[in-house]
């Protein structure tokens, strides 16, 4: 893997203009993947416009200023990715990163109270030893549970299920089935950015399988793995906010 990446070849929704530097910031290994990602360099200096330089984003940031999912982060490559918590003190303010339809990824303004918690969708599910099921999350995470039989495919959690975590204990809070009357966020497609309700539920867990949604009062069918539920019946995050 290459350790710089040029201004050109860099992910188009992130907010840097090409002409103006050779060389923008290749975000580090970490939960996201460089293409739905943006270093915290580039937020700092390009989206919030809390720095003019990637000097002076790195000083903010060895300040021990900014918190990710309620953890300081000081490195400026740090990848910040979809329905990740930021915040800025003392400035005390926070942000909760969404997909947009034009930017792909925007930071929505939210309550402090709101970034208490964290949603995370399933995309994996083992069974291990001593009766416990291991629940993998699209940012990286892992949680173990302790059921009484493992093998019941009906127990609680599904894959592409989104559960609330709670910041920065990482304890899960609330379980959001993808079922109809979920609420759900389209992360990617030709709908990116847009919010709707499941009309039917999935015939099967393939992520290329296709569901119904209904978008702004229309039906339409979107590939599963771009439905994120955020809600039972209406959002329990913050989708009006602010966008940066």
Known sequence: MKRHLKTYPAPRFWSIRIKEREFAVRPSPGPHPLHYSIPLGVVLRDVLNYAL???????????????????????????????DVLY??????????????????SLV??????????????????????????????????????????????????????VKLTIPEGEIADHIPLEPGAFVCVTGGNNIGKYGEVVEPPASRNPDQLVKVRIEGTESTVTLKYLFPIGKGSPIINISGEVS
């Open 53 to 83: 330089t990637i000097g002076e984003a790195k000083k903010i940031l060895s300040e021990r200023k900014v918190m990710v999912d309620g953890k300081v982060r000081t490195d400026y490559k740090y990848p910040l990715g979809l329905m």
């Open 109 to 162: 303004k939210i309550s402090s109270e709101e970034s208490s918690f964290k949603l995370v969708r399933i995309i994996g599910k083992r069974i291990l030893k001593g009766g416990r099921v291991q629940l993998n999350f699209h940012d990286g995470r892992s949680y173990c549970i302790k059921v009484d039989d493992p093998f019941n495919i009906q127990v609680g959690y599904k894959i592409y299920d989104a």
């Open 88 to 105: 800025l003190r003392p400035s005390e303010e926070y942000y909760r990163v969404l997909p947009h339809p034009v930017k792909k990824l």
